[in-house]
């Protein structure tokens, strides 16, 4: 089937405006991640959404950033005034269970440029 | 809180040559350790984990990793390498919060 799909797969924007990014996990999965992987990092936990549950949104970096999760699937991960640390791969992932040990799969990610 | 170690940040190895990635994880309590490939132009994919039980976990492509409790070590392992092993491997960490965490990756570049 169908893995996790992202778009776009490429966003390049201006410094001070606000950008989307879109994340359809794999059918039926209940829990859904968001990650930010910035140049010589590792991947950095953003947020968390499990089934109907609060997300836990601990690791999102500041108020420019929130996340949403629509009917328990599609979500969409906001950037206010992007600065140019923003720039990095923003990685989705969704897992079947609501347990956190279950494998997650990951899609291929949206690569944002602030210019 | 927990962190990951990767000490190499690029791994070259010759094609059939033996390998070993290695992982340090900090964390006060009992962890569950994991081990992510992703190849070039792909998303991030598990190779193994280990939850429990045996220390020695065995996963996909002839990788295997041992979790070490007492120096806190997750290494990843594999016999004979090929081209299609070239690939970005990270190792992750899941502790007693909710949070994943991961190491900043080792690139491994397989020499034919």
């Known amino acids: 089937g169908a893995g996790v799909s992202q778009s776009p797969s490429n966003k390049v924007t201006e410094k001070g405006k606000d950008v989307e990014l879109r994340c359809d996990p794999i059918?039926?999965?209940?829990?859904l991640y968001w990650y930010r992987q910035s140049l010589g990092q590792g991947l950095e936990f953003l947020i968390y959404?499990?089934?109907?549950?609060?997300?836990?949104k601990s690791g999102l970096p500041s108020d420019r950033f929130s996340a949403e999760r629509t009917g328990g699937s599609v979500s969409t991960l906001t950037i206010q005034r992007t600065q140019q640390e923003d720039s990095a791969v923003y990685l989705c992932?969704?897992?079947?269970?609501?347990?956190?040990?279950?494998?997650?799969?990951f899609g291929p990610g949206t690569r944002l440029l602030v210019l | 809180a927990q962190s990951v170690t990767q000490l190499d940040s690029q791994v070259p190895v010759f094609e059939e040559a033996p390998v070993e990635l290695r992982c340090n994880y900090s964390?006060?309590?009992?962890?569950?350790l994991f081990w992510y490939v992703q190849y070039p132009n792909q998303g991030l994919q598990l190779l193994l984990k280990?939850?429990?039980?045996?220390?020695l976990v065995k996963g996909i492509n002839g990788f295997e990793a041992e979790f070490n409790k007492s120096q806190t070590s997750f290494h990843l392992r594999k016999p004979s390498v090929h081209i299609s092993d070239t690939a970005e491997y990270f190792c992750?960490?899941?502790?007693?919060?909710?949070?994943?965490?991961f190491g900043t990756g080792t690139s491994l570049t397989v020499i034919p």
């Open positions: 992932a969704s897992s079947a269970a609501g347990y956190r040990i279950e494998t997650q799969y």
């Open positions: 059918s039926g999965h209940t829990a």
């Open positions: 959404f499990q089934g109907n549950s609060a997300p836990d």
């Open positions: 964390s006060s309590v009992s962890v569950y």
């Open positions: 280990y939850l429990s039980g045996s220390t």
């Open positions: 992750a960490v899941m502790g007693g919060g909710n949070q994943f965490y």
